[in-house]
C-alpha cells in the first residue's frame, strides 16, 4: 500500500478521501430521517381519517420507488 511506502514527518498525516465518505454519511443520515417521516405522514393522515383501515389504503395506494430508481434519482439530483 501506498501508506506504507510513503513517511511522513511526524505531526502529518494522509487521509484519503472521495465522494464514499459524504454518500455514507447521507445514507447514515436517511436511515432515521426516512421511518420518521412515513410515521409522520402516517400520522396525519390518520388525524384527518380518524381510521386505520382508510389510512392504511391511502399509504398503500401511494406508488413507492425501487432501489435502483430510488438511486438514479438521488444520483441524477446532487
Known amino acids: 500500500m501506498v501508506r506504507d511506502q510513503v513517511k511522513l514527518p511526524p505531526g502529518y498525516a494522509a487521509l484519503w478521501s472521495g465522494p464514499y465518505e459524504p454518500m455514507a454519511r447521507g445514507r447514515a443520515r436517511l436511515t432515521y430521517i426516512i421511518p420518521f417521516t412515513v410515521f409522520l405522514v402516517f400520522l396525519l393522515l390518520y388525524l384527518n381519517a380518524r381510521s386505520f383501515a382508510k389510512t392504511a389504503i391511502v399509504l398503500l395506494a401511494v406508488p ?6 430510488g438511486s438514479c434519482t438521488c444520483s441524477a439530483t446532487t
Do not use: E, F, G, W
Open 64 to 69: 413507492r420507488p425501487s432501489a435502483p430508481s
